[in-house]
């Protein structure tokens, strides 16, 4: 039997440098569906959500407090959880899946930064 998680909830990075790995860090909210159609579906409007928040008012933040902004992010994930029925009737996670994974972080930020001033740049010239 199978489910599906869309999951929720702060990200840290696991690495320094210029190409950080990220993961989620801290309290993760997690809302359980039967449905991969739905979990889908939840997925996308709590990451468009995540990410507005995320992006809007940064860099005045960054300009605040530049050390505790690089070190957060947020980010939405979509796990397919197996589950098999025990002999004595109990439910048991066997395998866990991340199918989908999306996160704002200040690399993103930097990223979408990026690309909109070439492409302003690409269309004044």
């Not at 980010?75 to 866990?96: I, L, N, P, Y």
Request: charged share 30%; aromatic share 8%.
């Amino acid at each position: 039997m199978d489910r599906y998680e869309v999951m929720a909830g702060k990200m840290a990075p696991l690495t320094d440098g210029a190409h950080r790995k990220w993961g989620f860090a801290g309290k993760v909210e997690t809302r359980s569906y039967e449905r991969l159609v739905d979990a889908l579906i939840d997925f996308v409007e709590t990451g468009d959500g995540l990410k507005a928040r995320f992006l809007t008012g940064f860099a005045a933040c960054l300009a605040a407090d530049r050390k505790s902004v690089e070190n957060r992010g947020f980010g939405v994930a979509v796990r397919k959880v197996q589950c098999h029925r025990g002999e004595d009737g109990t439910v048991r996670v066997s395998s866990v899946e991340t199918m989908h994974e999306r996160r704002y972080t200040v690399d993103d930020w930097r990223y979408d930064t990026a690309h909109c001033e070439q492409t302003e740049n690409g269309q004044k010239g």
